[in-house]
């Protein structure tokens, strides 16, 4: 634990130099942190053993709150060293502090996407954290899912070209709005979607949506590299990837897997490797 803070802290000093020698060794020890994060992650989540049934019950519950408060907390103290080494970037690759040459440019321009890519990293953590222990109540309004839809949509748009996706939707004109959080429920649908097409290279990607006895039924179909049978299980699993090679943090299912129970729902996933994945999602509409 101690190593783990001292390697914060010392990530968060080197922040603050203009050296882009010091910029890069800021990001490796954050970047080490973050890896000792997700390792914490798996030996916490481990079962302790040879307890009293209850009195295991209880410390594991306990244990678990500590985790996450503990992973909000630090996730969000890692964004302020980030936040720091990105300013400094910025100035180097804007020349305020000197004329760099071109491979200096290229060199802070890859810095400045690991930088970009830790801090999606950190603020994944931080959200699922944060939901977990109750840190972020649901600020409930009435919310049409079709507006979410064609808005996160609009946003990934130009990755489904760049992927060459071609992508369908199917949403009913008399759709009705339903009680929610609309930026929680935006986060979990993006994050379905992201996840869709992260695993989808030249297909499709069919959107429906439906209201019947008394929910709101969203379905995100691919024609992707499919799950294993085995993995189904445990897609919506906390840091799990069916591909470990994959970049990420394998937080954005589960945390749309909290956002949708949040709001009395729930979330499934139907595949078979090599044949796509489909992922739906129900809400109470009222």
Known sequence: MLVF???IVIAAVSAFTASSTTLLFGIWLITLALIGYAGFATEWNHPVEEVEPIAESRELEDVEIEKDKFFARTAEELRIPLTAIDGHVELLRDQHLGRIT??????LDAINQEIDHITRMTIDIAELANLEVGNIPLKKEEVSFTDIIDNT???MLQTLELKGIEMKKDLP????AIPGDRDQLTRAFANILSNAIKYTS?????ITA???NGELLVSVADTGAGIPEAAIGRVFDSYYMVDPASHGTGLGLSTAKKIIEMHG??????SSEG???TFRFTVPVS
């Not at 071109?102 to 060199?107: A, I, R, Y």
């Not at 729902?265 to 139907?270: K, M, T, V």
């Open 5 to 7: 803070i001292g390697t």
């Open 102 to 107: 071109k491979e200096q440019k290229e060199s």
């Open 153 to 155: 949509t609009h946003y």
């Open 173 to 176: 004109h008399n759709l009705p």
């Open 202 to 206: 030249e297909g499709k990607i069919f």
């Open 210 to 212: 439906s209201a019947e």
């Open 265 to 270: 729902g729930r979330i499934w996933a139907e």
């Open 275 to 277: 044949h796509g994945s």
